[in-house]
């Protein structure tokens, strides 16, 4: 069925340009498979669970965004399954945002990202997480207003707030400006 849905997308972001609608649907899609993948395939899982559960004993482990949000919603009491469905959605609500602003054909810059490297952020999901702020962030590029541009500098900020790796995408910034 997944590769199913691979190809039908692919083929249709080939044929139909302007595809918003379906990339939402995909991205749905693959939200589901995020979520849904068994923690057996996700080796970080157990990790991020034991660190979110011990209610900021392990503060310097991640990045301060990540450790910032974990604690809180851990101290709430709201279990790290949900705490890690919420992320994952918002996240990919930021990255589809972000690729829509950029592209008409949202739904092969999906496709090519699902094929790629999406099963590597099921994984690395605060990578994802990162990758997210930061095609946000350079979405606003395309702004005509020079003080959302410079947003866009918040955004990177803040992705490197959830994987240090986040804060190299200044650099492609700086050499806008």
């Known amino acids: 069925?997944?590769?199913l849905t691979i190809v039908f997308c692919g083929l249709y972001s080939l044929v139909i340009r302007s595809n918003r609608g379906v990339s939402f649907l995909f991205m749905s899609f693959m939200t589901y498979i995020f979520i849904?993948?068994?923690i057996?395939?996700?080796p970080d899982y157990v990790t991020y669970q034991h660190v979110y559960n011990e209610h900021g004993k392990y503060a310097n482990v991640f990045e301060q965004g990540y450790s910032f949000l974990q604690n809180v919603m851990s101290r709430m009491g709201l279990p790290f399954t949900s705490f890690r469905i919420i992320l994952i959605i918002v996240a990919m609500l930021?990255?589809?945002i972000?690729?829509?602003?950029?592209?008409k054909n949202p739904l092969m810059?999906?496709?090519m990202y699902f094929v790629t490297i999406f099963a590597y952020d099921i994984v690395q999901y605060r990578n994802f997480i990162m990758i997210s702020l930061v095609v946000f962030g350079y979405s606003m590029l395309?702004?005509?207003k020079l003080s959302i541009k410079l947003l866009?500098?918040?955004f990177v900020y803040l992705s490197g707030l959830f994987h240090a790796s986040g804060y190299i995408f200044i650099i492609g910034l700086i050499l806008y400006f």
Do not use: H
Not at 98 to 103: A, E, H, K
């Open 40 to 42: 057996r395939y996700n």
């Open 98 to 103: 972000g690729i829509v602003r950029f592209t």
């Open 36 to 38: 849904a993948t068994p």
């Open 1 to 3: 069925m997944v590769l």
């Open 109 to 111: 810059v999906l496709v």
């Open 142 to 144: 395309k702004s005509e």
């Open 94 to 96: 930021i990255l589809w």
């Open 152 to 154: 866009s500098f918040v």
